[in-house]
């Protein structure tokens, strides 16, 4: 790559390296299914492909648009070159050795990586010259999420029997769900609103001392996230139906008070968030209602909730970053693609468990249909990360 790509990276920016490695390894774990079903691998992709998508493409765009807008937002020094290469070599080390099958292995370097990543953040919050949005409580609440249900993960493959069975089993939804659901509800808070073309509840004058108005936001944020983390353990006692109905109405709460997703917008992105935003909610509430059909479910929230928000908001991201903000407000032709592939990958994927005789082909055209509206995206949006802000 062109040098002048590295001193973008360099300066702060680790966005531009991380979004890209994250689509890749998200490519990489969905193929993992159409390799297997068409007799390209005999590994069943089953944990391995769920963890690679956690732990590696996900947590990518996490800790890309983290490390980019949280020293912006306090005032505080960028994240380094060496900083982000170190985190960037992680999260491929990560998807590689959950690849190879060496699952304790790849739980632990993903501890080990968010947790590097939690005291950078801490560091730089202790440099703090403003507050961060009352919202990102729910941000923190995630990372501890992840840090806990790793660690609980861990330790069920280490020594299962230290810890009560209910104990090891909360730590799946903590580290699959809350780790990504809590971080969506508090960012989305902040910077989605924009999106729709109004103002944002989480914006407060600069200051050291909390503002007016801060405390009970925050506190909002800390209700809802407890009400999320609560139904884990609710659902690790068995309790199914009670754990998604609560969830789905800690979610919904939070998303109806926060943000105007309800309001017109005609950018080429508007649909799409809709779409994702109200996926989430919906998907808790199918699986409330039929839980016999939890997995299945749990694709509505997981493919056209987190996987279609996240390449929504990256999308914003990269043309805020390379000076063509103004076409996110623009009719979108490659966004609108993406979001119509990703609704049909969810479809396939959803329906195909009540279409036991072609199931399993119907996984591999989820994938195909997944993967094709994150090439549509790559080729459109993508190519901004070589392009600094000061360019048009």
């Given at each position: 790559?062109?040098?002048?790509?590295?001193?973008?990276?360099?300066?702060?920016?680790?966005?531009r390296l991380l979004f890209p490695l994250g689509a890749g390894i998200g490519v990489f774990g969905v193929l993992l299914w159409p390799l297997f079903i068409w007799n390209f691998t005999a590994v069943y992709p089953g944990q391995i492909h769920a963890r690679i998508m956690i732990e590696g493409f996900l947590t990518s765009f996490v800790i890309g648009f983290l490390g980019t807008a949280f020293p912006r937002l306090l005032g505080v020094p960028r994240l380094t070159i060496f900083e982000t290469l170190g985190l960037a070599l992680a999260l491929g080390g990560i998807a590689w050795l959950h690849f190879i099958q060496e699952t304790l292995w790849g739980d632990i370097l993903f501890f080990l990586t968010l947790s590097g990543f939690v005291v950078i953040l801490g560091l730089r919050f202790l440099m703090r010259k403003d507050m961060p949005p009352p919202s990102f409580v729910l941000v923190a609440m995630g990372l501890g999420c992840a840090l806990c249900g790793a660690g609980l993960l861990i330790i069920a493959q280490v020594a299962p029997s230290v810890l009560p069975i209910w104990l090891i089993?909360?730590?799946?939804?903590?580290?699959?769900?809350?780790?990504?659901?809590?971080?969506?509800?508090?960012?989305?808070?902040?910077?989605?609103?924009r999106f729709f073309g109004r103002p944002s509840r989480q914006n407060f004058p600069e200051s050291l001392t909390l503002p007016p108005g801060w405390k009970m936001s925050a506190l909002f944020?800390?209700?809802?996230?407890?009400?999320?983390?609560?139904?884990?353990?609710?659902?690790?006692?068995?309790?199914?139906?009670?754990?998604?109905?609560?969830?789905?109405?800690?979610?919904?709460?939070?998303?109806?008070?926060?943000?105007?997703?309800?309001?017109?917008?005609?950018?080429?992105?508007?649909?799409?968030?809709?779409?994702?935003?109200?996926?989430?909610?919906?998907?808790?509430?199918?699986?409330?209602?039929?839980?016999?059909?939890?997995?299945?479910?749990?694709?509505?929230?997981?493919?056209?909730?987190?996987?279609?928000?996240?390449?929504?908001?990256?999308?914003?991201?990269?043309?805020?970053?390379?000076?063509?903000?103004?076409?996110?407000?623009?009719?979108?032709?490659?966004?609108?693609?993406?979001?119509?592939?990703?609704?049909?990958?969810?479809?396939?994927?959803?329906?195909?468990?009540?279409?036991?005789?072609?199931?399993?082909?119907?996984?591999?055209?989820?994938?195909?249909?997944?993967?094709a509206g994150i090439l549509v995206w790559a080729v459109a949006i993508l190519p901004g990360i070589f392009q600094p802000d000061s360019e048009s």
């Open positions: 790559m062109e040098p002048g790509y590295w001193r973008l990276v360099a300066a702060g920016e680790p966005f089993v909360v730590g799946r939804p903590l580290l699959f769900q809350g780790f990504l659901l809590l971080p969506i509800m508090g960012i989305g808070a902040f910077l989605l609103p944020a800390l209700s809802c996230g407890v009400i999320v983390i609560g139904s884990f353990f609710i659902e690790a006692v068995g309790e199914i139906r009670w754990a998604m109905a609560l969830r789905a109405a800690g979610v919904l709460a939070y998303f109806v008070r926060e943000i105007p997703f309800h309001r017109t917008n005609p950018g080429g992105g508007s649909l799409g968030l809709r779409i994702a935003l109200l996926s989430i909610p919906l998907g808790y509430g199918l699986m409330a209602v039929w839980p016999e059909h939890m997995t299945s479910f749990l694709h509505v929230v997981f493919i056209t909730g987190f996987s279609l928000l996240t390449f929504i908001v990256a999308s914003r991201v990269i043309l805020g970053h390379s000076g063509q903000s103004h076409r996110f407000s623009e009719p979108l032709l490659s966004l609108r693609l993406l979001t119509a592939l990703i609704v049909f990958a969810m479809l396939t994927r959803v329906t195909a468990d009540w279409l036991p005789e072609i199931r399993m082909t119907h996984y591999a055209y989820a994938a195909l249909a997944w993967v």
